[in-house]
């Protein structure tokens, strides 16, 4: 069976990942990727197959196969790096228009019987007024923290 992406390093890209191995300075991740890549070189002083790669360095035959495409398609920072999400696992509960809201919620007089606003107190206002279906309150800490919440710590008015 012929492999679909060869790798052929140039002496400076072996030069580099070398060094980087030696080092040892670098993320885990990072040296193991270095390292098949200098096993699976075809050009290089040992040829390894995906299989004797994948056991050598305790990982899937699929990452080294993944590594090599990355490679030829991508070049050596992308075989390098682990792959980046195209997008977040979730949704942020709080976009631009509903931290608006929260900023404004929380720079308003707060509620009979309180002194000032609340994680909590925000937190449960911002469902009550169907702001966000829910949000919890270090939720409403980070949006506010995020924005420099010491800035809306008096009420306005």
């Not at 080092?23 to 290089?44: E, F, P, R, S, T």
Request: include cysteine; aromatic fraction near 4%; charge should be positive.
């Amino acid at each position: 069976m012929t492999k679909k992406y060869i790798v052929r390093l140039t002496a400076e890209e072996r030069a580099l990942l070398t060094e980087l191995v030696n080092k040892g300075q670098a993320a885990a991740y990072k040296i193991k990727h270095a390292n098949v890549l200098l096993k699976v070189d075809a050009d290089g002083p040992n040829n390894w197959s995906d299989a004797q790669a994948a056991e050598a360095f305790s990982c899937a035959p699929r990452t080294v196969f993944t590594l090599r495409q990355r490679f030829v398609e991508q070049g050596l920072g992308a075989a390098l790096e682990r792959k980046q999400r195209e997008r977040p696992p979730r949704a942020p509960i709080l976009d631009g228009e509903k931290e608006a809201r929260l900023i404004q919620l929380a720079s308003s007089e707060p509620p009979p019987g309180h002194a000032r606003w609340t994680l909590r107190l925000l937190a449960a206002e911002l469902v009550a007024l169907k702001v966000v279906d829910a949000i919890s309150a270090p939720t409403v800490m980070r949006a506010l923290k995020k924005i420099g919440g010491n800035r809306i710590s008096e009420p306005a008015g």
